[in-house]
């Protein structure tokens, strides 16, 4: 439903995106991952029209219905929705009112548009506030209108730009649900984020980028067979440890000291651990608490993307 091909992107001789390709299908989520500085905001300013790309395409629709974006396009653009990572709401409208503006935006009035604005407030669990102005709302009651408002005209396509930052945990959930029923009803959705976690609930297929070119794009199974490391190990001991000798053991993946805790990728426990455990008694260390889990999604990530601050 939505598909980019071959984008690069300048700045100033800067390259910020080049040769980026990825395809987001109808009822399907597709997370966009990526470090600060990676050009997903570039991306996404192009996957929606706003910035033209000095090479490559995008593609709105799907076989003999697909139409090329360009600035100018504006039924294809209709087609795509956005839900920025700052709030784009009045704060001093009503919410159905905020919703009829935006709805207006796109041509719609009438009693079109204020069925498809009761439809939006229900969607997101703000029917009964429609009323109310956003400046009365929580957080997480703003970023849900923020996506109603963005779903008012009915868009085959939706792109969420971190769209749970400072909500709650109740209000992240509600907020997947609303994601979950859009997939449901056979929306494409591309969703950027920061949080692993919801990365690995929601998404179909992962897409992560760095400096400005795909480094991988499966499943998330796919993705996190990418680790030579299958096994995240975590050691507590009593004290700072050479985390360069650790890392010269064979099997023994990115060790890491956050406190009095180590922490080390294993391809295999039985047969990487011992001597782990045997390098930390070497120093002197008293290991006190042991444990082991899957290596998921944050540890793939950090493999492809380093651990060094993109601040």
């Known amino acids: 439903m939505l598909e980019a ?26 997370g966009l991952l990526g ?57 001093n409208l009503g919410a ?24 939006a407030l229900a969607l997101v669990g703000l029917a009964d506030r429609a009323k109310d102005k956003p400046a009365t709302f929580s957080g997480g009651m703003k970023r849900r209108l923020n996506i109603a408002a963005a779903l008012v005209h009915d868009p085959d396509i939706l792109i969420l730009d971190e769209p749970t930052v400072g909500v709650d945990p109740q209000s992240r959930n509600a907020i997947f649900d609303n994601l979950e029923e859009l997939r ?7 969703y950027t984020t920061h949080y692993m976690e919801e990365a690995e609930r929601l998404c179909d297929r992962i897409v992560i980028i760095d400096h400005g070119q795909v ?18 190990l975590e050691i507590e001991v009593d004290g700072p440890v050479d985390v360069a000798v650790l890392a010269g053991l064979r099997g023994i993946e990115h060790p890491v000291q956050d406190g009095n805790v ?15 455990l045997n390098a930390l008694a070497a120093q002197g260390r008293r290991v ?8 998921g999604l944050e540890e793939v990530f950090l493999s492809l993307a380093g651990r060094a601050l993109r601040d």
């Not at 033209?52 to 294809?76: C, I, K, N, P, Y």
């Not at 180590?262 to 990487?272: C, F, K, M, T, Y």
């Open 5 to 30: 091909r071959g984008l690069c992107k300048s700045y100033g001789g800067r390259v910020v995106v080049s040769d980026l390709s990825l395809a987001v299908g109808a009822g399907e989520i597709v």
């Open 184 to 190: 449901r009803r056979g929306k494409a959705l591309l």
């Open 35 to 91: 470090p600060n500085g990676a050009g997903k905001s570039t991306t996404v300013s192009m996957l929606c029209g706003l910035v033209q790309a000095d090479r490559g395409e995008v593609f709105v629709g799907r076989g003999a219905e697909q139409a090329r974006l360009t600035e100018e396009s504006q039924a294809s653009k209709r087609r795509i929705g956005v839900v920025p990572q700052e709030l784009s709401i009045y704060d």
């Open 288 to 295: 006190t608490r042991v444990g082991s889990a899957r290596a």
């Open 96 to 119: 159905a009112a905020n919703l009829e503006l935006f709805g207006a935006l796109y041509g719609m009035s009438g009693s079109a548009l204020g069925t498809s604005v009761a439809a």
């Open 215 to 232: 480094v991988a794009s499966d499943t998330l199974a796919g993705i996190e067979r990418l680790l030579p490391a299958t096994l995240s």
């Open 262 to 276: 180590v922490r080390a990728g294993v391809g295999d426990l039985a047969r990487d651990a011992p001597a782990l």
